[in-house]
């Protein structure tokens, strides 16, 4: 009888420590954002922003376009800039072929007109990897972003990942799935 209540109170114990780990592994992963995550809220800002035209909600850092460790940014291919950015609005009004990737100094986006149109005729967007500081750190990290055209306007709409083994064709894939 003893024995089996040590049993018990081990095994309790056990599971308890278990549970616990699981618990917490799973707060510290709540703090990136997912590939489909990524996908859903691109796709919900390009939508918004195809009826409203509204760029004001996407710079706005405590807003719904900003979470995790990631957000949503806005660039206009009529102009070819940054129009919108929530993290960094010095970049509003940048020139797209200006925005450097933060490991090599080599534009992310050389050509800006081919970029533009390579998104603008895909229904289902487009990603690219290059390296971009977290928000609120310094140091570069790999970084795979989505672009989206916002049908009837001139904007793609655009979130990323943070991590260093998802490939850009894996996440195509993810994202060519409705």
Known sequence: MKSSRIFASVTVAFLTVA???VAVGQNVGQNNATAQEVIAKVREAASALSKTGDLAQFNQKQGPWVWEDTYIFIQDCS???????PIKPEMIGQDLSSVKDAKTGKSIYPDSDAYCKTVQASPSGTWNEYW??????TA???????????KGTPYIVNAGIYDDKAT????????SMK
């Open 19 to 21: 549970l616990c780990t």
């Open 79 to 85: 102009k070819k800039t940054m129009v919108a950015h």
């Open 132 to 137: 971009w500081p977290k928000p609120g750190e």
């Open 140 to 150: 570069p990290a790999r970084k795979i972003t989505y672009h989206l055209s916002a």
């Open 168 to 175: 850009v064709k894996e996440l195509s894939k993810l994202s």
